[in-house]
């Protein structure tokens, strides 16, 4: 006993010496930041300018959502492309609305709706070329008032970013700051937002179909939403006027919801923490059925029904390792089950068309999903940075970092590239 009483003083003075000497570790030397300084404007001045523009190039696509021969394509945190889709072999860019600080639409019969920051706008996209901001609920999603960690004043809008290079000799101590992959961030110089730094040695009703990446979810007369740790609901039985009927708690803990997605009249919601299903029979009052938790990682789920799939993907913001598509029995939604576990590259967005799957994967993998327990892979098309899929009418719409995709799967040995809408169009 005693003889183990001395291994374990010793071992307890190692790790102390380690820490004291870990305390102590600083790196002095020159080192590069990009530094970005937000431009505001106020809500009036931005809610001013939303209105149809010309057809600009897609330069980071975004989340998408599809209504008859019209794909409304978010690009990030700059406004929403107007693509006619109406010949998918050769789709026309048609218009653009001015929305700073979108990430997600939703469309019921003429209106639009689409976040603005903080905000909701409701848009008359009677008249594409020519639309009309009919109203907006201010406020309604207060978890986007951080924007890369710099905090959005109330009234006020970024609009875009100035960056400027700057070189700098600093002496940073282990622990100031955060580290990440070599990187030194941290929230403010300068007056402007620090977000990379590299050392050296000197982002009837008509409805259409959304992608799984959505925050938004259009149900017969009411809008659902998820932010932060909320499940918001929200009648649109007057289409142009909203009115707010509940938040739900999801007591996530530490976790963030993500993603929502509709099916029949429950909502399956994907969360850093886990999946959440809720009954929305009494839509102004959703009710909790059941929860399914996993690792904390970042979690688009869909469902057909019988199955929800749910992809896994690790990232700065999700903090987890696992990379992987979970296959959860949902028929007793009460008592969702794990059936079957698929790991992958860094799975991000995913749609499901009958027997065919398609997962945003290192590209964009194609399933044959006759058996969900026995996936067989047909063919990966090499996309860079694909986001999101909606496959729809033997069509495959793809949003990529640079451009949106269209596929043919009839053969799904043969998925065939119809066309590509990018920076050259």
């Known amino acids: ?74 690009e990030k945190e700059k406004g929403i492309h107007i693509i006619d889709n109406s010949n998918p072999a050769s789709s026309v860019n048609k218009a653009f609305i001015n929305i700073p600080g979108n990430e997600d639409i939703a469309v019921k019969d003429n209106f639009l709706y689409a976040d603005c920051y903080t905000d909701l706008l409701i848009i008359d996209i009677s008249n594409p070329n020519a639309v009309v901001l009919k109203n907006y609920a201010p406020n309604l999603f207060p978890g986007r ?77 009411h809008l659902f939403a998820v932010d932060q740790d909320l499940l918001l609901s929200i009648s649109i039985a007057s289409p142009s006027n909203p009115d707010y009927q509940s938040n739900k708690n999801l007591h996530l803990g530490i976790g963030i919801a993500e993603t929502i997605y509709p099916f029949q009249d429950k909502l399956f919601i994907g969360s850093t923490s886990g999946m959440y299903i809720f009954s929305i029979s009494n839509p102004d009052n959703p009710g909790l059925l059941s929860t399914f938790t996993h690792a904390r990682v970042c979690d688009p789920v869909i469902t057909d029904g019988t199955n929800a799939y749910i992809t896994l993907h690790s990232g700065t913001t999700c903090n987890g390792v696992e990379n992987e598509m979970d296959v959860v029995n949902v028929q007793d939604v009460t008592h969702p089950t794990l059936v079957k576990k698929y790991f992958l590259t860094k799975p991000m967005g995913l749609s499901k068309d009958g027997n065919t799957l398609m997962i945003c994967d290192a590209g964009l993998k194609v399933y044959d999903a006759t058996d969900p327990y026995n996936l067989q892979l047909k063919q990966t098309i090499n996309i860079a940075d694909a986001y999101d899929v909606i496959c729809i009418n033997g069509i495959a719409i793809v949003s990529a970092k640079d451009g949106l995709y269209q596929y043919d799967y009839a053969d799904l040995s043969n998925v065939k590239l119809l066309s590509k809408l990018s920076l050259i169009q």
């Open 1 to 74: 006993m005693k003889k183990k009483s001395i291994y374990a003083s010793a071992l307890l003075l190692a790790i102390t010496t380690v820490l004291l000497l870990h305390g102590c570790f600083k790196d002095t030397g020159t080192h590069q930041y990009k530094v970005y300084t937000p431009v505001l404007q106020t809500s009036a001045q931005v809610r001013a300018s939303v209105k149809s523009d010309l057809s600009q190039p897609i330069v980071n696509a975004g989340k998408m959502y599809v209504m008859g021969n019209t794909i409304f394509l978010c």
């Open 145 to 221: 008032r951080y924007v890369n960690g710099y905090f959005v004043d109330s009234g006020k809008v970024i609009t875009t970013w100035t960056v400027r290079d700057t070189i700098a000799s600093l002496q940073i101590q282990q622990g100031q700051g955060i580290w990440n992959n070599g990187s030194y961030i941290t929230p403010m110089m300068y007056g402007g937002y620090l977000l990379t730094a590299s050392p050296s040695s000197s982002s009837s009703t008509q409805t259409g179909v959304a992608g799984s990446m959505s925050k938004l979810a259009i149900v017969q007369d």
